[in-house]
């Protein structure tokens, strides 16, 4: 990148990093949107669990945050629920999205997020490893043939997108939550 030895010129001047780093990304995003597909475009947000990428539809997601410092265990419930944190006065189930599929617990870290579903009966909000920001595709892109995962999280998959060797399962929140797995959450 030629513009980086530049960038070091502003080490102890961090208003005028932050300016070149805008005008930076602003010309990346006008170049960007010439080369942009026509067309209906998908947006969804890309999260890692363990070594895996998928993806969530923007409309299932109401809010990523990091994880709550107070998470109350819920005696009786089964190893996956964490336990109920309170979310802006909302008491949420905390769900170890990992443990859940049987694949481990998570271990909460810095990078540790929670997906908070967007669903109209069911609250929960789902701990995942990390969240990777927002991915954009083509409708075109989609194929409904489910790519092999190493987590065994296949009836919960609606398909994946596809651009050149990069494959990204689309994880559907719906499935999920509405799953009688799911709905069972006291401990047998």
């Known amino acids: 990148m030629a513009s980086t030895p530049g960038l070091r010129s502003f080490r102890d001047r961090p208003f005028e990093l932050l300016c070149a780093l805008d005008a930076l990304a602003r010309s990346a995003v006008q170049g960007q949107s010439e080369t942009a597909p026509a067309g209906a475009e998908w947006v969804g947000i890309a999260f890692r669990l363990g070594g895996e990428g998928f993806l969530l ?55 540790t997020r929670v997906l908070i579903a967007n669903h109209r009966e069911i609250p929960a909000g789902l701990v995942v490893d990390e ?19 190493l987590i065994r999280c296949e009836r919960y998959l609606a398909g994946a997108f596809k651009r050149g060797a990069e494959v990204w399962p689309v994880f559907s929140n719906r499935s999920l939550l509405e799953s009688q797995q799911f709905l069972q959450a006291a401990a047998s």
């Open 57 to 111: 539809a923007r409309e299932e997601t109401r809010e990523v945050m990091a994880y709550p410092t107070v998470v109350t265990r819920v005696p009786g419930a089964k190893m996956w629920i964490r336990g109920l944190s309170n979310v802006r006065g909302q008491l949420l189930p905390i769900v170890d999205l990992r443990a859940f599929l049987g694949s481990g617990t998570t271990n909460v870290t810095r990078a």
């Open 131 to 149: 969240v990777m920001g927002f991915r954009r595709f083509a409708e075109s892109e989609f194929a409904t043939e489910l790519p092999p995962t």
